[in-house]
């Protein structure tokens, strides 16, 4: 996993590429607490986004979940062969597995972000 | 369709019709249609049909078929005639300790085209998954073919005193001639409402009838023409429920309950299930032991003077000592009273004995019964 | 968080309830503690799993008619009017926040154990084959989810689910809403009708669903060495709570007709 990876407190991940875009997945500590995935909603390429807001649905067998938009944004790209590919979800979190991309409205949202160190130990401290 | 749950060709029909779904044994089947004692007093009056789909059929042929099923089962293959049909037990004594895997039905069918023997064996839906290993783990190298035809086939039983002149109206004159003429325990082969079926004079009610296997593909037309013929005859659709309180007032009893690994057939009345003499089938000698022995507990029946039964699980006493424990029971509608099966001390067992059943934090006096609590009467019209 | 707070909610409209619901959890979030509502339904009522196809509930017959309300957790569709509902929420920081099946169980697990203490036997469906992927059944109590609570019965050799639970996880806290069949719903049949628990030990051994919902409290609590507090004004009359404002989502047919 690249370490310029980081990482929102509801356990979304988001990687920068060129143009102020980012890519944005689901961490593999969020992924393996839902097990058994079954559907998932993805937004519409776009949508404008508000940091924070749910932008999508995952649900597991056992409950459904929310997909929080690490950082206000327009969504310009969605992984759209991810709903029918789920398993993809948890063999390739952090790569095949990515969710959206968003253009960043102000990428210095990033900074409030977790850096790799600070969400695991975040996620060291979560009951299991 | 869930891959997990099965269903048999017939549940469309069944949840068109009103059939509330259950799970019975991995298989999604109806409990009832509307009310099961309705469903069962038509049985009893006219003729129900039940769709067994869910039972595991067995198809078992070759060279050395007779000779392999012998040494398996506690009954007598070899000498059976074709269209002859035997209650059996199935034993196992891959454990160490020899334990009765299920009862079936083996029957003979009519040979295959070069002379081959033809078998056919019937067991319960919960085993089927454990009786096919257990039997392919003892097929020999040659001689032998074993193939489980459950999901290629349906399995559909019309029962009561209507159901024979149902089925025959659905039959060419010489086909119904012949399935009347079946005696008890007797199969043949027909065409039902232009279907091929194998036809066997056997059932689970205490009524007469039949129960037909077909394609699946078959499934559907036929029952709906069966359904079409005896409806305004009084045929009813019956689900679960009925072919529960219906065996349970013919004394039958239901693997799980009744029957179990540990059971000794002869305590549980199943003799018959059972020849001995000089027989070598798994646990032959363990089994002859029990019978010559017997100890421990022996199923009866129990009457309750009230609806209310005591269930599976459920603690037979007199006064404060536990003599035994239930293992089917519920109201019976035939009866009008409630009615339960259990394994019962020996010094308990004969009838007339007032025990009493634990339902819940209550007791309720019972009586122990001779079975079967109901059967039928089988003068011929 | 030491007190497991209760709500004894009258009956309200589906999307009325949700909208409790909804409101249960954001509530459970503010004040950092369990809480726990019971409720009822005006009317038979169809409530849908967040991602159910709402064509698939329009084509069975024995439904046709009866009012249908889309959760917001997901799962399988349910027949609301004569069962126990429940809905629960809990922080995410809580030790039951942390997994869905933490939450399950133990919900579950304390149900069981009153049943028990009535003389029902019921027991949590074990993790198997079956749990998975079962979605095509559209009826909640046809599937089979880990720790759902079965039943032996109503005839010999058939197990019946009696109880099931759905959730839906949002960033700080866990809603979690079920089921109980404590009785069957006569206002529907076949394939929508399925055992409940009275069909299971005849209608006068069933416990009365209020002292068995205040047993089940009781036990949560317990379990988790808190005390329990009632709250006088149900949520659903609390006119200042916004629900019915909130609750308008839950009628808008693009929420309900959204798949």
Redesign the interface.
């Known amino acids: 996993m690249a370490a310029d990876l980081k990482f929102a407190k509801t356990h979304e991940w988001v990687r920068p590429e060129a143009d102020g875009v980012l890519t944005v997945g689901v961490s593999s500590y969020a992924v393996e607490a839902l097990t058994d995935l079954v559907f998932m909603q993805l937004p519409a390429v776009g949508r404008k986004v508000k940091a924070g807001e749910s932008f999508g649905e995952i649900e597991s067998v056992k409950a459904v979940s929310d997909l929080y938009a690490p950082v206000s944004g327009e969504i310009v790209e969605v992984n759209a062969a991810l709903p029918g590919n789920l398993e993809t979800l948890g063999k390739d979190p952090y790569g095949d597995g990515w969710v959206v991309r968003i253009k960043a409205d102000n990428p210095a949202e990033m900074d409030g972000l977790l850096d790799r160190a600070a969400y695991d130990s975040l996620v060291g401290s979560q009951p299991h | 369709?869930?891959?997990?749950?099965l269903e048999t060709p017939l549940v469309g029909w069944h949840?068109?019709?009103?059939?509330?779904?259950?799970?019975?044994?991995?298989w999604?089947?109806p409990?009832q249609?509307a009310s099961?004692v309705e469903e069962h007093l038509a049985t009893r009056r006219a003729a129900g049909i039940f769709d067994v789909s869910h039972m595991g059929r067995l198809a078992i042929s070759g060279t050395a078929a007779v000779e392999w099923l012998e040494s398996l089962l506690t009954r007598k293959v070899a000498g059976i005639e074709v269209g002859r049909v035997r209650y059996t037990l199935i034993t196992s004594d891959a454990g160490g300790q020899p334990v009765v895997l299920d009862d079936a039905l083996v029957s003979r069918d009519t040979d295959a085209a070069d002379g081959t023997t033809r078998l056919a064996l019937v067991c319960n839906a919960?085993n089927r998954d454990r009786v096919v290993a257990w039997l392919t783990s003892r097929l020999p190298a040659a001689g032998v073919t074993f193939a489980d035809r459950t999901l290629e086939t349906a399995m559909i039983a019309v029962q009561g005193p209507l159901a024979m002149q149902i089925v025959g109206s659905l039959c060419t004159p010489a086909d119904a001639a012949r399935i009347a003429g079946l005696g008890n325990y007797r199969a043949t082969s027909a065409v039902v409402a232009g279907h091929a079926a194998a036809v066997s004079r056997t059932g689970y009610t205490g009524e007469d009838g039949v129960e037909l296997v077909v394609d699946a593909a078959a499934a559907t037309p036929v029952w709906e023409a069966i359904h079409a013929a005896g409806a305004p005859l009084g045929l009813r659709a019956c689900?679960?429920?009925a072919?529960?309180t219906l065996r349970?007032e013919a004394g039958m009893p239901?693997y799980?309950?009744e029957l179990r690994e540990d059971s000794d057939p002869s305590a549980i009345g199943l003799d018959l299930a059972v020849n001995l003499e000089g027989r070598s089938f798994p646990g032959a000698g363990h089994y002859c032991g029990l019978r010559n022995h017997p100890a421990g507990r022996v199923r009866v029946g129990l009457t309750f003077d009230s609806k209310?039964s005591a269930?599976?699980?459920d603690a037979v006493m007199q006064g404060d000592r536990q003599v035994g424990v239930v293992t089917?029971g519920?109201f019976a509608p035939t009866l009008g009273t409630a009615v339960a099966m259990a394994m019962v001390d020996r010094d308990v067992a004969s009838p007339g004995t007032a025990v009493e059943g634990v339902i819940?934090?209550s007791r309720q006096p019972a009586v122990v019964a001779p079975l079967p609590f109901y059967q039928r009467d089988k003068r011929r019209a | 968080m030491n007190t497991l707070t209760i709500w004894w909610d009258a009956a309200a409209d589906g999307p009325t309830n949700m909208a409790a619901d909804e409101w249960l959890a954001a509530e459970a979030e503010r004040r950092g503690s369990l809480l726990l509502r019971f409720y009822g339904w005006t009317e038979t009522t169809i409530s849908l799993g967040g991602f159910q196809k709402i064509d698939e509930a329009r084509q069975i017959?024995?439904i046709r008619g009866v009012p249908l309300v889309r959760r917001p957790s997901g799962g399988g569709a349910i027949v609301h009017g004569s069962d126990l509902t429940y809905a629960a929420a809990v922080p995410k920081r809580h030790p039951w926040g942390a997994s869905p099946q933490v939450f399950y169980d133990a919900l579950h697990g304390a149900m069981v154990e009153t049943l028990a203490e009535h003389?029902i036997?019921a027991w949590p469906h074990p993790a198997d084959?079956?749990s998975?992927?079962?979605e095509?059944?559209f009826f909640c109590f046809?599937r089979?989810a880990t720790g759902d609570l079965v039943m032996?019965?109503?005839?010999?050799?058939?197990?019946?689910?009696i109880m099931g639970s759905a959730q839906r996880r949002l960033a700080g806290v866990v809603l979690q809403h079920g089921s109980l069949l404590l009785r069957g719903n006569t206002a529907v049949?076949?394939?929508a009708?399925?055992?409940a628990v009275s069909d299971i030990?005849?209608g006068q051994?069933v416990p009365e669903e209020t002292a068995l919902s205040r047993a089940w409290g009781a036990r949560i609590a317990h379990g988790l060495g808190v005390a329990v507090r009632e709250e006088e004004t149900p949520v659903v009359r609390g006119g200042d709570l916004g629900i019915e404002a909130s609750s308008s989502r839950f009628r808008d047919d693009r929420w309900t007709a959204r798949r």
Do not use: C, N, W
């Not at chain 2, 369709?1 to 749950?5: A, F, G």
């Not at chain 2, 949840?15 to 991995?26: C, I, Q």
């Not at chain 3, 032996?152 to 689910?161: D, I, L, N, W």
């Open positions: 369709m869930s891959q997990l749950l949840v068109a019709h009103g059939g509330r779904m259950v799970d019975f044994a991995g999604r089947m409990v249609y099961i919960s689900g679960l429920g072919r529960d349970l239901l799980g309950h209310r269930r599976e699980g089917s519920s819940r934090d | 017959e024995a003389g036997r084959a079956r998975r992927h079962d095509s059944l046809d089979r032996a019965g109503p005839a010999s050799g058939t197990v019946s689910k049949a076949g394939s009708r399925h055992p030990v005849g051994s």
